[in-house]
């Protein structure tokens, strides 16, 4: 008989089912006789008939009342098998099975106990509980998963705690409780429940309990007592994998819980349990969870509470992600409270990219030898090219200067004369080298790059080299985009080490020459162009975006850069220009000086 063992796990309802064939040998022949009756009672149990199992034996309505409680705790994917007998005695028998647990069957538990039958004015089965199942003496039998006692916790790049698996509990109320008392209680962790709140709660419920909050032990220490006093009030405790620290924040943390849970359930294991009489469960079966080792993070916490910092100011949603070069690390990924409530726009979000595209429209030109960071160009303040009136940014006029000049001071209508030169897909290439328009997948991160798609007429291309038009980027993209350039090539993203992600095409490798004549240029941007509010950060490299979209009055504001072994993207929803975006960069660069 299998080993039993306590647990503390509480048991959950999962059933399924099956088993091999069995035979019986006995001394006697004969309806009556014992090899007739067990096989029998082994047969009616194989057909789901727990009544009819029940009435050969000799106590058939406790046997009844259990079977039909063995059959709704582990499933009817199970068979039984009536052996010869172990003894001389003409009334003992083996009784062998085979249960397939888990959803898809997958869980075998396989076990034989002794039983026996006698003669009572006809042979019947001696009920024993423990004859039909291992523990059901004790109690109804279950199956269910079996976590790991420690689970893991996901690690920041410093080795501290970032995400670990902690208590919370659920505070749910019946309809008739005392709304005014509960939020009474509540106001010291969560004034925004209120008797109306929960009233709402309530009328959403249906009748039903509803939770109106989930707390944190901490939180719920100091009113657990007279929460739980509370006449229709019930508080529910359950694991969950939280922040270690309740004010960081991360679209990427969405992306590492999934991942720690896919690693959890891997590593649980099984068990068939018995719950006693007196509400213990006892382990009577099943398989020990394996070892689950913590998940080590890129995420630096110091820059992450920067970033995070740097946003807070803003109404409008906002989003900064910041990469290391050398390795595709994800070292940070901040969004305000703006952009949490449209989702992980950091990741996900695609939108124009303005200027800050001006990086791929210059590595094109470049790449086609259109032209050299030297070449003069013009800068008019406005240019009808190709049927696509042009304007710079309020108009400004540069007259003739060279492309180096006309990229930091962020000239449209260059920009826009150098893409109607390219071939219909140039933009596309020089876009995928720097790895915009190329997916990956990650462990850990769900991401998009954006979109800058063939431009097959000389409009589109004008409109394609402002990076507006059908060109979107996600602030992922731009980021990965500036590490492209500080590293080379295109870094593979990563957020959990060991696991860089894998994109899903090759792209061309991007010549050494482009990154060595653009890093200049965005040097130039912080010197003497449209990013000189950052002249005080040494060495930093940058590209300013002002991205219009609806209409004229509408614009988006980007900004990224490039600081030793860290390039970011920072980007505003309707910002106007690029100066919010810029003023962000700056609050977190300087945050970490």
């Known amino acids: 008989m299998s080993r039993v063992e306590r647990v503390r796990i509480p048991p959950r309802l999962l059933a399924l089912i099956a088993i091999p064939t069995l035979a019986l040998t006995g001394c006697a022949s004969g309806p009556d006789q014992p090899k007739t009756v067990a096989q029998r009672f082994a047969d009616a149990l194989n057909r789901d008939d727990p009544a009819a199992a029940a009435a050969l034996t000799d106590a058939p309505q406790a046997a009844g009342a259990a079977l039909t409680g063995l059959f709704d705790g582990l499933g009817k994917n199970v068979r039984f098998e009536v052996r010869d007998p172990t003894t001389k005695d003409a009334g003992a028998f083996t009784l062998a099975a085979t249960w397939k647990l888990g959803p898809d069957g997958s869980k075998q538990w396989s076990y034989t106990a002794p039983a026996t039958a006698a003669d009572h004015d006809g042979w019947k089965v001696h009920w024993n509980p423990a004859s039909i199942a291992p523990g059901l003496d004790q109690g109804p039998l279950s199956y269910g998963p079996a976590y790991p006692a420690t689970p893991a916790r996901v690690l920041d790049s410093g080795g501290g705690d970032l995400l670990s698996q902690q208590i919370v509990t659920l505070v749910n109320i019946a309809p008739g409780a005392d709304t005014a008392a509960v939020a009474a209680l509540l106001g010291g962790v969560a004034p925004d429940i209120t008797p109306a709140s929960m009233q709402t709660d309530l009328a959403a419920a249906q009748g039903k309990p509803a939770t109106v909050i989930t707390l944190r032990a901490a939180d719920i220490a100091p009113i657990q007592e007279r929460l739980a006093a509370l006449p229709g009030v019930t508080l529910a405790p359950q694991p969950r994998l939280l922040t270690s620290d309740r004010s960081l ?110 990086t791929v429209t210059v590595s094109a030109a470049l790449q086609a030898g259109i032209a050299t960071p030297d070449t003069v160009v013009g800068c008019p303040g406005t240019e009808n090219i190709e049927g696509r009136q042009i304007p710079n940014d309020n108009n400004f006029d540069l007259g003739k200067v060279p492309l180096h000049t006309a990229f930091a001071k962020s000239c449209n209508t260059t920009m826009g004369r150098l893409a109607v030169q390219l071939p219909p897909e140039g933009l596309t290439k020089a876009a995928a080298q720097l790895g915009l328009g190329v997916d990956f997948v990650t462990p850990g991160l769900t991401t998009v790059t954006g979109k800058a798609p063939t431009a097959d007429t000389p409009a589109q291309r004008v409109e394609s080299g402002i990076g507006q038009g059908r060109v979107t980027a996600t602030p992922f993209g731009m980021a990965l985009v500036a590490a492209a350039l500080a590293h080379g090539s295109v870094p593979a993203p990563t957020v959990v080490r060991g696991a860089p992600g894998k994109a899903d095409r090759p792209t061309a490798a991007l010549p050494a020459s482009i990154p060595q004549q653009i890093e200049p240029m965005m040097r130039e941007t912080i010197t003497s162009g449209t990013a000189t509010e950052l002249r005080d950060i040494p060495d930093l490299l940058g590209k300013t975006g002002t991205a219009e979209y609806i209409d004229d009055k509408h614009a988006h504001g980007w900004f990224v850069g490039i600081e030793g072994d860290m390039a970011f993207a920072v980007f505003i929803a309707d910002a106007g220009s690029s100066a919010p975006a810029v003023a962000a960069a700056g609050r977190m660069l300087r945050a970490t000086r």
């Open 249 to 358: 924040a991360s679209p990427v943390f969405s992306g590492l819980s999934d991942l720690w849970q896919q690693q959890f359930d891997a590593a649980a294991g099984w068990a068939v349990r018995a719950t006693t009489a007196g509400g213990n469960t006892l382990r009577v079966g099943g398989a020990e969870a394996k070892p689950m080792p913590d998940i080590a993070t890129t995420l630096n916490m110091g820059l992450q509470r920067a970033a995070k910092a740097a946003l807070l100011s803003i109404d409008k949603p906002a989003a900064i992600v910041a990469l290391q070069p050398s390795t595709g690390s994800v070292l940070a990924m901040a969004q305000n409270a703006a952009a949490d409530a449209q989702g992980p726009i950091a990741l996900t979000g695609l939108y124009p990219p303005g200027s800050t595209f001006k």
